[in-house]
T-cell receptor
Framework: DAGVIQSPRHEVTEMGQEVTLRCKPI?????LFWYRQTMMRGLELLIY????????DSGMPEDRFSAKMPNASFSTLKIQPSEPRDSAVYFC????????????FGEGSRLTVL | AQSVTQLGSHVSVSEGALVLLRCNYSSSVPPYLFWYVQYPNQGLQLLLK??????LVKGINGFEAEFKKSETSFHLTKPSAHMSDAAEYFC????????????FGSGTRLQVQP
């Protein structure tokens, strides 16, 4: 079975540009999560969805960040405008509704903002 | 609210030696606990999980962890380290009800010396 698929794997952009990160969760998983990983702050939850509806977006840093899940098989995380401090690895993860809450992670999107 | 604390950001052991990575949790409800491993430039992979029942849980690659409620701990061990165990390890907590996201510790980087 295919795992969680993220794209792009690497993105280098200049400050002020719009960045869009994409995620395809595992088929049948009802929850989707976006995490950010940095050396300074570790793994932070940005937002998560249940059945395509945002449930908790309290971790989204500021209005420059937005996330959508238009259908069960696709989600985007957008940063506009991007800043150097947004440089990080962004992970998408998904899980089933039932069970103890194990998350399945994608390989991440490494973002560098110059 | 739930949290985990991983003691020691870096642990170094010799090949063949015991591996012990420490994790303490805080939770107002019965927790579900996880250990994940992250290899360089990869996503997080589940090592093992505790939900209910047996407090000693076995995972992949010879790792195991013991849930100790009285000590609020979930330490990860492996009797004999292998070079391939060098990676970053994350402890995480969630609960069956309420917030469905995992809260991660800050991680412990394991170095294995030949």
């Amino acid at each position: 079975d295919a795992g969680v698929i993220q794209s792009p794997r690497h993105e280098v952009t200049e400050m002020g540009q719009e960045v869009t990160l994409r995620c395809k969760p595992i088929s049948g998983h009802d929850y989707l999560f976006w995490y950010r990983q940095t050396m300074m702050r570790g793994l932070e939850l940005l937002i998560y969805f249940n059945n395509n509806v945002p449930i908790d977006d309290s971790g989204m840093p500021e209005d420059r960040f937005s996330a959508k899940m238009p259908n069960a098989s696709f989600s985007t995380l957008k940063i506009q405008p991007s800043e150097p401090r947004d440089s990080a690895v962004y992970f998408c993860a998904s899980r089933e509704t039932s069970g103890p809450g194990e998350l399945f992670f994608g390989e991440g999107s490494r973002l560098t903002v110059l | 609210a739930q949290s985990v604390t991983q003691l020691g950001s870096h642990v170094s052991v010799s090949e063949g030696a015991l591996v012990l990575l420490r994790c303490n949790y805080s939770s107002s409800v019965p927790p579900y606990l996880f250990w994940y491993v992250q290899y360089p430039n990869q996503g997080l992979q589940l090592l093992l999980k505790y939900t209910t029942g047996a407090t000693l849980v076995k995972g992949i690659n010879g790792f195991e962890a013991e849930f100790k409620k009285s000590e609020t701990s979930f330490h990860l061990t492996k009797p004999s380290a292998h070079m391939s165990d060098a990676a970053e390890y994350f402890c995480a907590v969630t609960a069956y009800t309420g917030r469905r996201a995992l809260t991660f510790g800050s991680g412990t980087r394991l170095q294995v010396q030949p």
